[in-house]
């Protein structure tokens, strides 16, 4: 069975652009989690969506936000892009919201902002 | 607001022999959930070990144990008899059973394991 799988894998971007990443979750699996991790803060929570419903948000301003289609894939979009937006992208997929069940993750797009 | 704490950025083990990484958290909750993600170098973030709140037995898996301790808010994960493989860094989460739902994780413990 395939992974979670995150395009791209890294990508470059200049301050004031806005990027979109994409995840494709385990087959079967509905729930999509998406987190920032940085050496400093950790992994922090991002937003999760379940049946393209938007279930959770963290805390972060409104420049981030998500999707998630029928098909259970799920994009984040960041728009005029910070330095301090220089990340791993996580996304993780789940078969259902419920809180026990644990996590898959992607390898994570890495994003670099010039 | 709930926390999870890893007081340890980072340990080291030497090969073969036990070590404990260290976890607290906050929350004024009764029920929730508690897992140690492994995430190695350059490598996809795995499930360690699960607990949920109201279990007093504590979780094993191989081996990995944890020891939970709900009134001290306290979670650490032992790993025994440890391997090169173990060296990751780890990660102590937190999810509520209600509210939000949110992950909550911590900062993470670089794991060093010595041949």
């Known amino acids: 069975k395939a992974g979670v799988t995150q395009t791209p894998r890294y990508l470059i971007k200049t301050r004031g652009q806005q990027v979109t990443l994409s995840c494709s979750p385990i087959s079967g699996h509905r729930s999509v989690s998406w987190y920032q991790q940085t050496p400093g803060q950790g992994l922090q929570f991002l937003f999760e969506y379940f049946s393209e419903t938007q279930r959770n948000k963290g805390n972060f301003p409104g420049r981030f936000s998500g999707r998630q289609f029928s098909n259970s894939r799920s994009e984040m979009n960041v728009s005029t892009l910070e330095l301090g937006d220089s990340a791993l992208y996580l996304c993780?997929?789940?078969?259902?919201?419920?809180?026990?069940?644990?996590?898959?993750f992607g390898d994570g797009t890495r994003l670099s902002i010039l | 607001a709930q926390t999870v704490t890893q007081s340890q950025p980072e340990m080291s083990v030497q090969e073969a022999e036990t070590v404990t990484l260290s976890c607290t958290y906050d929350?004024?909750?009764?029920?929730?959930?508690l897992f140690w993600y492994k995430q190695p170098p350059s490598r996809q973030m795995i499930l360690v070990i699960r607990q949920e709140a109201y279990k007093q037995q504590n979780a094993t898996e191989n081996r990995f144990s944890v020891n939970f301790q709900k009134a001290a808010k306290s979670f650490s994960l032992k790993i025994s008899d440890s391997q090169l493989g173990d060296a990751a860094m780890y990660f102590c989460?937190?999810?509520?059973?209600?509210?939000?739902?949110?992950?909550?994780f911590g900062t993470g413990t670089r794991l060093k394991v010595l041949a």
């Open positions: 989460a937190y999810r509520a059973t209600s509210g939000t739902y949110k992950y909550i």
């Open positions: 993780a997929s789940s078969l259902s919201p419920t809180p026990g069940q644990p996590q898959h």
């Open positions: 929350t004024s909750e009764s029920d929730y959930y």
